[in-house]
């Protein structure tokens, strides 16, 4: 008696449910057990397979990497889209970035610890790298848009305010994730907004978007 085939699955939807499955296993054992077998196990898959839709764990890192950028990509844009004053777009995509972190406090460890070991892991390195480059890039993003939306210009280097910001909001995670305060994480994103709608000066033709 021979076993059922197993049904094919295409690569989109299992390179989705294997980051979904490396998610849960960094979640429950910490970004440092993260392997392909336990991925497979996790999924309940063949290993083989996590290796046809990923070519390497260094791979598969950057999928899930990829797939946080997605949300907050999204977060961000709506922010924007949605209105109203340089204050209030900036407050709306700040604290909005904060709700997230603390919907779902296991994601936001899971990417602080691949962050973190990119720093040591020659293979993750790069991973790391490109992602912290690419959500620079989204606020930056941001900060043109709002800049534009409003006819102003920031005061100072956009690249620097840009890069303050990000240092901000994940700083202000780890304090969060190690001590649980909700109403002063928000309020800190708070300020950091009204803070940085005060740097936009009105009138001028706003900076350039970049790419």
Known sequence: MT???????????RRAQLVAA???????EGAWALTTRAVAREAGVPLGAVHYAFGSKTELVRAVFEAD??????LLRHAVEAGGSAEEVLTRALVGYVDTVVADPGAEIVLQELTLLGGRDEDLRAAA?????????????????????????????VEVLAE?????????SVNWLCTGDDGLFRRCAAAAARDLAARLTPGGPGPQRTG
């Open 3 to 13: 076993g059922a085939r197993r049904p094919h699955v295409p690569v989109g939807q």
């Open 22 to 28: 490396a998610v849960r296993v960094m979640q429950r």
């Open 69 to 74: 950028r997605e949300r907050s990509t999204a």
């Open 129 to 157: 790298r490109e992602s912290t480059e690419q959500y620079r890039g989204d606020v930056l993003d941001l900060l043109q848009r709002v800049a534009a939306a409003h006819g102003g210009t920031w005061s100072g280097d």
């Open 164 to 172: 303050s910001v990000l240092g901000l909001l994940f700083g202000l």
